[in-house]
């Protein structure tokens, strides 16, 4: 199983709801990664999980909050986010962080904000 | 300031013919780089990779370069096929630990 799932595809939110984003992988990975991406723009780093211990955060706003509860879990909870926050989140997971391993996708969720 | 570039955001090809995908980065510490193709509704899917101790790494009809003087990889796809076409992403990272995409390159490869 080389695959990366994220769940719901799609999410509508109001600037006033919580909700989560779901991330799985059953490969064995201990690292996994949260991005963000605008159209036309590049994947962004938000969070990198090593061993379920958060060892990167790229100042990401504290509206956006990871979780880790498995090697194969990674939840993104979202609470009073921005419209400018609409974005495709993607998921990753790797063998292990750092070193010369590549990174597999989920399909990613398209957020919208209204 | 984008560490990683993609200058060409589309690239049209002929079936059969040499696809060539460019990617310049700016950091002298990357050392470890790949190439990743994103269908559309899809996240992005790894392709193939090459570390800064190699300049050619080759994987059947795909083969990346790095020219470490120059900061410069590129992707050579040959014979180009219809299925081939799909937005491409380079990425770098130093040790692996975070990962800097370009901007994507679009190709279309025409039957």
């Known amino acids: 199983d080389t695959e990366v799932t994220q769940t719901p595809k799609h999410l509508v939110m109001g600037m006033t709801n919580k909700k989560s984003l779901k991330c799985e992988q059953h490969m064995g990975h201990r690292a996994m990664y949260w991005y963000k991406q605008k159209a036309k723009k590049p994947p962004e780093l938000m969070f990198v999980?090593?061993?379920?211990?958060?060892?990167i955060n790229e100042s990401v706003p504290s509206r956006f909050s990871p979780e880790c509860p498995n090697s194969s879990l990674l939840n993104l909870h979202l609470h009073a986010l921005q419209p400018e926050d609409s974005a495709l989140y993607l998921c990753?997971?790797?063998?292990?962080?750092?070193?010369?391993?590549?990174?597999?996708f989920g399909p990613g969720t398209r957020l919208t904000v209204t | 300031d984008q560490q990683v570039k993609q200058n060409s955001p589309s690239l049209s090809v002929q079936e059969g013919r040499i696809s060539i995908l460019n990617c310049d980065y700016t950091?002298?510490?990357?050392?470890?780089f790949l190439w990743y193709k994103k269908y559309p509704a899809e996240g992005p899917t790894f392709l193939i990779s090459i570390s800064s101790i190699k300049d050619k790494n080759e994987d059947g009809r795909f083969t990346v370069f790095l020219n470490k003087s120059a900061k410069h990889l590129s992707l050579h796809i040959v014979p180009s096929q219809p299925g081939d076409s799909a937005v491409y992403f380079c990425?770098?990272?130093?040790?692996?630990?975070?990962?800097?995409f370009g901007t994507g390159t679009s190709l279309t490869v025409i039957p």
């Open positions: 950091n002298s510490m990357f050392d470890y």
């Open positions: 990753a997971s790797s063998p292990l962080a750092g070193g010369p391993h590549e990174q597999y």
């Open positions: 990425a770098a990272s130093e040790a692996g630990n975070q990962f800097y």
């Open positions: 999980y090593s061993y379920e211990k958060l060892s």
